[in-house]
């Protein structure tokens, strides 16, 4: 098929997700045609680095033989298998026991979705489901925080705290909270990461005393690392803070590892990094790496054993067509072997190097902060350091910070707020790493 031809059909009628609808009809798309490890390649034959692994999914990198085999073997052999009915499939059993083996603490039951958002929107009725069958259904207010992001469902885009998720859209919102994000760049409290913790746990207490105290609040939602929010890394120990709170007075902990999850701040999940255990926890993205979609609910011995006996011998009324699909759950399988088999270590060298290579940065006159964990990362960039003067980078023509990566070679976020996100691969190659920051050395020198 001919790529201007393709590029026509698109125009005219792919609605794409998060665009400018307008804008799209007057700029078209740029059409990647395949890749390999950390490399895609457009129809024009240009090879790009994957600095954002797609969107923040790859984990694994493009191209792995074991898992393209394990998916056609699976289409073959079963290409579908309904949950309902008391019927399932091999290789969505073992996903769950090997991902409940691997998960935190007492997080031993998985619920599979098809992606975060309906991961997200699964908690929620869970939560809801958790408090009817404790007998206390008027715990139904939810808390989340400020710049978070929980997906795009209409339940998740009311945790999500991303104005553009809500402009227009005219959502139900009288159920859901928001503290402030502990961002320490730009926050209020300054840097000091005792006080951005202390100054949240009084804001979640004040924030639940405000809603008619414990007895009204169902569940507080955090990601271990704000992501769609601008690669907000919370100072060490603040969930650990967050959770003990909630543990204290009774609320349900959910922890969406969405984008922190399989592997892209160094351990399989992010909270292992902070010793903490959620009373759920949501997955998606390297879950497959982005070959297939899917998306996990871990639930926790007690959430799962509330909700099991609350329900007793009635269903659980919450489904999909597509949980637990078969060759999702082969592609899982395949991708865990892979980051068990020296996956996760790569990421946690690249991560190291991305991050000094990022660091080594911090002198060019754009850059206001950079910050990460493992292999998501962000540079935010200023005007004026002093003053902290953001730089708009995708609002504005003058800065096209997206378009001139590219034209290096290049793929990164390019956040609205003047900060540039990566999460390449976790197989990239010490010399792909050097090339991710070399390439952002030249972007910064053109933006100048
Ligand atoms: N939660 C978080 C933290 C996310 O970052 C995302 C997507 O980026 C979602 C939920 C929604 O996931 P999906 O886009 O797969 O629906």
Same mark, same amino acid.
């Not at 400018?20 to 950390?38: D, F, N, P």
């Not at 996903?95 to 083996?101: F, N």
């Not at 349900?252 to 255990?277: K, W």
């Given at each position: 098929?001919? =790529?201007?031809?393709?590029?026509?059909? %698109?125009?005219?009628?792919?609605?794409?997700?998060?665009?400018?609808?307008?804008?799209?009809?007057?700029?078209?798309?740029?059409? &990647?045609?395949?890749?390999?490890?950390?490399?895609?390649?457009?129809?024009?034959?240009?090879?790009?680095?994957?600095?954002?692994?797609? &969107?923040?999914?790859?984990?694994?990198?493009?191209?792995?033989?074991?898992?393209?085999?394990? /998916?056609?073997?699976?289409?073959?052999?079963?290409?579908?298998?309904?949950?309902?009915?008391?019927?399932?499939?091999?290789?969505?059993?073992?996903?769950?026991?090997?991902?409940?083996?691997?998960?935190?603490?007492?997080?031993?039951? $998985?619920?599979?979705?098809?992606?975060? @958002?309906?991961?997200?929107? @699964?908690?929620?009725?869970? $939560?809801?489901?958790?408090?009817?069958?404790?007998?206390?259904?008027?715990?139904?207010?939810?808390?989340?925080?400020?710049?978070?992001?929980?997906?795009?469902?209409?339940?998740?885009?009311?945790?999500?705290?991303?104005?553009?998720?809500?402009?227009?859209?005219?959502?139900?919102?009288?159920?859901?909270?928001?503290?402030?994000?502990?961002?320490?760049?730009?926050?209020?409290?300054?840097?000091?990461?005792?006080?951005?913790?202390?100054?949240?746990?009084?804001?979640?207490?004040?924030?639940?005393?405000?809603?008619?105290?414990?007895?009204?609040?169902?569940?507080?939602?955090?990601?271990?690392?704000?992501? =769609?929010?601008? $690669?907000?890394?919370?100072?060490?120990?603040?969930?650990?803070?967050?959770?003990? $709170?909630?543990?204290?007075?009774?609320?349900?902990?959910?922890?969406?590892?969405?984008?922190?999850?399989?592997?892209?701040?160094?351990?399989?999940?992010?909270?292992?990094?902070?010793?903490?255990?959620?009373?759920? +926890?949501?997955?998606?993205?390297?879950?497959?790496?982005?070959?297939?979609?899917?998306?996990?609910?871990?639930?926790?011995?007690?959430?799962?054993?509330?909700?099991?006996?609350?329900?007793?011998?009635?269903?659980?009324?919450?489904?999909?067509?597509?949980?637990?699909?078969?060759?999702?759950?082969?592609?899982?399988?395949?991708?865990?072997?892979?980051?068990?088999?020296?996956?996760?270590?790569?990421?946690?060298?690249?991560?190291?190097?991305?991050?000094?290579?990022?660091? =080594?940065?911090?002198?060019?006159?754009?850059?206001?902060?950079?910050?990460?964990?493992? +292999? &998501?990362? /962000?540079?935010?960039?200023?005007?004026?350091?002093?003053?902290?003067?953001? &730089?708009?980078? @995708?609002? @504005?023509? *003058?800065?096209?910070?997206?378009?001139?990566?590219?034209?290096?070679?290049?793929?990164?976020?390019?956040?609205?707020?003047?900060?540039?996100?990566?999460?390449?691969?976790?197989?990239?190659?010490? *010399?792909?790493? %050097?090339?991710?920051?070399?390439?952002?050395?030249?972007?910064? %020198?053109?933006?100048?």
């Amino acid at each position: 098929m001919l =790529s201007n031809s393709s590029i026509e059909l %698109d125009r005219a009628h792919l609605v794409h997700p998060v665009a400018s609808w307008r804008g799209h009809e007057q700029s078209g798309v740029r059409l &990647l045609k395949s890749a390999k490890g950390a490399t895609v390649t457009d129809a024009e034959g240009r090879q790009l680095l994957d600095g954002f692994a797609g &969107l923040w999914c790859v984990n694994a990198g493009y191209g792995h033989e074991s898992v393209i085999e394990a /998916a056609t073997r699976q289409l073959r052999e079963l290409p579908y298998a309904t949950g309902y009915f008391g019927l399932g499939s091999e290789p969505a059993a073992h996903l769950a026991a090997r991902l409940a083996d691997r998960a935190p603490g007492e997080l031993n039951h $998985v619920y599979f979705t098809l992606g975060g @958002s309906d991961a997200v929107d @699964s908690t929620v009725r869970f $939560v809801r489901y958790y408090w009817h069958a404790r007998g206390m259904p008027q715990k139904d207010q939810f808390i989340s925080v400020q710049q978070g992001y929980h997906g795009s469902s209409t339940v998740g885009a009311g945790l999500t705290a991303l104005p553009a998720f809500h402009a227009g859209f005219n959502l139900p919102l009288d159920w859901q909270h928001k503290i402030s994000s502990h961002y320490a760049y730009r926050n209020p409290v300054g840097p000091d990461p005792e006080a951005i913790i202390a100054a949240s746990v009084a804001e979640l207490r004040a924030k639940v005393e405000n809603l008619g105290g414990a007895e009204r609040v169902a569940a507080f939602y955090v990601e271990p690392i704000q992501g =769609s929010g601008g $690669v907000l890394v919370p100072p060490k120990g603040w969930i650990g803070a967050l959770r003990e $709170v909630c543990r204290e007075l009774d609320i349900l902990f959910i922890a969406d590892e969405v984008i922190t999850g399989f592997g892209r701040t160094g351990p399989l999940f992010a909270c292992e990094d902070e010793g903490i255990v959620p009373d759920m +926890m949501t997955t998606a993205k390297g879950l497959t790496s982005g070959y297939v979609p899917m998306g996990a609910v871990f639930l926790s011995d007690h959430v799962y054993e509330t909700i099991a006996d609350g329900a007793g011998a009635a269903a659980v009324g919450h489904g999909y067509t597509y949980s637990a699909h078969p060759v999702s759950a082969a592609v899982g399988l395949a991708v865990l072997d892979l980051y068990e088999n020296g996956l996760l270590e790569n990421g946690r060298k690249a991560g190291a190097r991305l991050l000094a290579g990022l660091q =080594s940065l911090s002198d060019h006159p754009l850059v206001g902060d950079v910050r990460g964990r493992g +292999m &998501l990362a /962000a540079i935010e960039l200023v005007t004026d350091k002093e003053r902290k003067t953001a &730089l708009p980078v @995708s609002a @504005s023509p *003058a800065t096209r910070v997206f378009d001139r990566a590219w034209q290096n070679g290049l793929i990164v976020r390019a956040f609205a707020q003047g900060v540039i996100g990566y999460a390449p691969p976790l197989c990239c190659t010490e *010399a792909e790493i %050097d090339a991710i920051v070399e390439r952002t050395r030249t972007v910064l %020198d053109l933006t100048l």
